[in-house]
C-alpha cells in the first residue's frame, strides 16, 4: 500500500549547527506536503509545506526540499536551536471525497544539545 | 483566536465503557478530522468528514463512530472501549480545498486511557 516513512527515528545535533530531516513516499498520485512539529505533549503544529510542482521553498530558518524523482522529501533547519528540539513528521496528501487527507510518517526525533 | 479546541484532555475509562471525545474549531473550516497516535506508529486517521453533513472512514475506523453535528462541530463516540484504544487522540480541521487552503490544524490532544 501507499505510504510515507521517515528514514532516521532520531537524529541529535548540536546547537547552531544545521538539520536535516528526510522522509520518503510511495503514493506518486500525492500533490501536497507538509512537515509538521511536536512538542511532548502538544498537538502538531504546521512548519512548512509544498506543492509537487515546485522542488524547493524556504521558510524562516526552515527550506524543504522535494525529490519527485525518487519520491524524497526533506527539511532543513539552519542554525538549529534547543527550542527546535521536537518530533517532526512529514505528511503527503491526496483528495478523497473533495477533501485533502494527509498520511503521516512515524517522525523523527530531533535533540539539540547546548 | 482557540483554533481547535477538544474536551476532555485526560480520559480513564474502564473496558465496555462509552465515551465522546468533542471537538469545535472556529476558523470556519470545512474539513475536520479525528486521528489517533500511538507511539512508533505516528499519526492514523479514523474518521474525516470533507464538509457538514457528511463523514469518511479513515485508515484505522473500527470500534469509532463520528458525528459532523455542524460546521463547527465534530464528535468521536467510543460505544465499548478496549485496552487498544487507549492512545492519544487529535482532532483536526482544515479549508479543504485549494482555494481555501489544504493546511491541517490540530488541537491539543486527548490523552485516553483504557483498563
Known amino acids: 500500500g501507499e505510504s510515507v516513512g521517515l528514514h532516521l527515528p532520531t537524529l541529535s545535533v548540536q546547537e547552531g549547527d544545521n538539520s536535516i530531516i528526510n522522509c520518503a513516499y510511495s503514493n506518486s498520485a500525492s500533490d501536497y506536503f507538509i512537515w509538521y512539529k511536536q512538542e511532548s505533549g502538544k498537538g502538531p503544529q504546521f512548519i512548512i509545506d509544498?506543492?509537487?510542482?515546485?522542488d524547493k521553498r524556504q521558510g524562516q530558518r526552515v527550506t524543504v526540499l522535494l525529490n519527485k524523482t525518487v519520491k524524497h522529501l526533506s527539511l532543513q533547519i539552519a542554525a538549529t536551536q534547543p527550542g527546535d528540539s521536537a518530533v517532526y513528521f512529514c505528511a503527503d496528501t491526496t483528495t478523497s471525497g473533495g477533501s485533502y487527507i494527509p498520511t503521516f510518517g512515524r517522525g523523527t526525533s530531533l535533540i539539540v544539545h547546548p | 483566536n482557540a483554533g481547535v479546541t477538544q474536551t476532555p484532555k485526560f480520559q480513564v475509562l474502564k473496558t465496555g465503557q462509552s465515551m465522546t471525545l468533542q471537538c469545535a474549531q472556529d476558523m470556519n473550516h470545512n474539513s475536520m478530522y479525528w486521528y489517533r497516535q500511538d507511539p512508533g506508529m505516528g499519526l492514523r486517521l479514523i474518521y474525516y468528514s470533507a464538509s457538514e453533513g457528511t463523514t469518511d472512514k479513515g485508515e484505522v475506523p473500527n470500534g469509532y463512530n463520528v458525528s459532523r453535528l455542524n460546521k463547527r462541530e465534530f464528535s468521536l463516540r467510543l460505544e465499548s472501549a478496549a485496552p487498544s484504544q487507549t492512545s492519544v487522540y487529535f482532532c483536526a480541521s482544515s479549508g479543504g480545498d485549494s482555494h481555501s487552503g489544504n493546511t491541517i490544524y490540530f488541537g491539543e490532544g486527548s490523552w485516553l486511557t483504557v483498563v
Open positions: 509544498i506543492r509537487s510542482n515546485m
